[in-house]
């Protein structure tokens, strides 16, 4: 067999093995438990005027009718604010509440949405596409994928192995990739709005797939009971004049500390049952991320840079 025919049965050995993985696998839909919940980190500029870090969950938990169609209701929930220039009750997108109803054609390989203020559907994923298909930017609010167009274009498809299953991944001409039974690796479940990254997808503590290794720490900092402090509650977190000191008060019991560094190790770790605390910073590095559980069981967490 000469080069050039040598070359010819690879490429149709390599197309024969991806088309066999591509159709080897029954359809994987989005899970509606709703012990399921999509992770994500978000933030949020406003022009100088508020800078805001927080990460909260996506969860489908309920049920609902729009014109005769019956969906699941999708929410967003948990909010945990990771640093603010506004003080801890931030200034950002309000992310809680719901957001969506979803439904999805497991025959078709269809998923729609109808946001909160709209009985409008739209088709938000379609795994039935072949290369070069069409699909309408899923994304509810302008501006889209930054540099993107309303017309997205399927460029490539291929499978991906999670957890011993053969997911179908479709490559669009801009943005991330969608992977069937995940949904866009930006954000499944698409507020419309920027710098938002999808950690990971857990069902309880369980982790199903993780996306975003750098911020891989924050995965598990989401339990299912936790609640931001409410307005009568405040706490203060930060440095020393000359950062070699962390002071801590609040008026109401600090339950456990917890800091870790940007490898996710964690540098300390103390129950406390008082409302001010200080830390000797000697040993830190440089960044660490601070976790500080409150009696009421709700959550704080603050980037701190201490040289």
Same mark, same amino acid.
């Given at each position: 067999? !000469?080069?050039?025919?040598?070359?010819?049965?690879?490429?149709?050995?390599?197309?024969?093995?991806?088309?066999?993985?591509?159709?080897?696998?029954?359809?994987? +839909?989005? +899970?509606?438990?709703?012990?399921?919940?999509?992770?994500?980190?978000?933030?949020?500029?406003? =022009?100088?005027?508020?800078?805001?870090? !927080?990460?909260?969950?996506?969860?489908?938990?309920?049920?609902?009718?729009? /014109?005769?169609?019956?969906?699941?209701?999708? &929410?967003?929930?948990?909010?945990?604010?990771?640093?603010?220039?506004?003080? @801890?009750?931030?200034?950002?997108?309000?992310?809680?509440?719901?957001?969506?109803?979803?439904? =999805?054609?497991?025959?078709?390989?269809?998923? $729609?949405?109808?946001?909160?203020?709209?009985?409008?559907?739209?088709?938000? $994923? *379609?795994?039935?596409?072949?290369?070069?298909?069409?699909?309408?930017?899923? &994304?509810?609010? +302008? +501006?889209?994928?930054?540099?993107?167009? #309303?017309?997205?274009?399927?460029?490539?498809?291929? #499978?991906?192995?999670?957890?011993?299953? $053969?997911?179908?991944?479709?490559?669009?001409?801009?943005?991330?990739?969608?992977?069937?039974? @995940?949904?866009?690796?930006?954000?499944?479940?698409?507020?419309?709005?920027? !710098?938002?990254?999808?950690?990971?997808?857990?069902?309880?503590?369980?982790?199903?797939?993780?996306?975003?290794?750098?911020?891989?720490?924050?995965?598990?900092?989401?339990?299912?009971?936790?609640?931001?402090?409410? *307005?009568?509650?405040? @706490?203060?977190?930060?440095?020393?004049?000359?950062?070699?000191?962390?002071?801590?008060?609040?008026?109401?019991?600090?339950?456990?500390?917890?800091?870790? *560094?940007?490898?996710?190790?964690?540098?300390?770790?103390?129950?406390?049952?008082?409302?001010? @605390?200080?830390? *000797?910073?000697?040993?830190?590095?440089?960044?660490?991320?601070?976790?500080?559980?409150?009696?009421? /069981?709700?959550?704080?967490?603050?980037?701190?840079?201490?040289?």
């Amino acid at each position: 067999m !000469n080069n050039h025919s040598k070359i010819i049965s690879t490429i149709l050995i390599s197309f024969l093995f991806n088309s066999i993985i591509l159709k080897a696998h029954n359809y994987i +839909p989005i +899970p509606e438990d709703s012990t399921v919940r999509w992770v994500m980190y978000h933030d949020y500029y406003d =022009q100088g005027v508020c800078e805001e870090t !927080n990460l909260f969950n996506y969860r489908i938990a309920g049920d609902t009718s729009i /014109n005769g169609t019956n969906y699941k209701k999708v &929410y967003a929930e948990n909010n945990i604010l990771i640093q603010n220039s506004a003080g @801890i009750h931030g200034c950002g997108y309000p992310i809680n509440g719901y957001l969506h109803a979803f439904r =999805q054609d497991t025959v078709l390989k269809k998923c $729609y949405l109808v946001p909160r203020d709209s009985i409008n559907e739209q088709l938000i $994923y *379609d795994f039935s596409l072949q290369v070069n298909d069409t699909l309408h930017n899923p &994304y509810l609010k +302008p +501006p889209f994928v930054i540099g993107c167009d #309303s017309i997205l274009t399927l460029h490539s498809l291929d #499978s991906v192995l999670i957890n011993n299953q $053969y997911r179908l991944r479709q490559n669009f001409n801009c943005g991330d990739y969608i992977v069937e039974g @995940i949904g866009w690796l930006t954000d499944p479940f698409m507020i419309g709005l920027t !710098n938002y990254r999808f950690i990971c997808m857990k069902k309880d503590t369980a982790l199903l797939y993780m996306n975003f290794l750098g911020l891989s720490l924050y995965c598990s900092w989401l339990p299912t009971n936790i609640k931001i402090p409410d *307005d009568k509650s405040h @706490i203060s977190i930060k440095t020393s004049i000359d950062r070699s000191e962390i002071q801590i008060v609040c008026d109401q019991i600090i339950s456990n500390i917890e800091t870790f *560094d940007l490898t996710g190790r964690k540098i300390y770790a103390a129950d406390n049952k008082t409302t001010s @605390i200080n830390l *000797d910073t000697f040993s830190f590095p440089d960044f660490i991320i601070m976790k500080v559980l409150l009696k009421d /069981n709700s959550i704080v967490i603050k980037k701190l840079f201490l040289k």
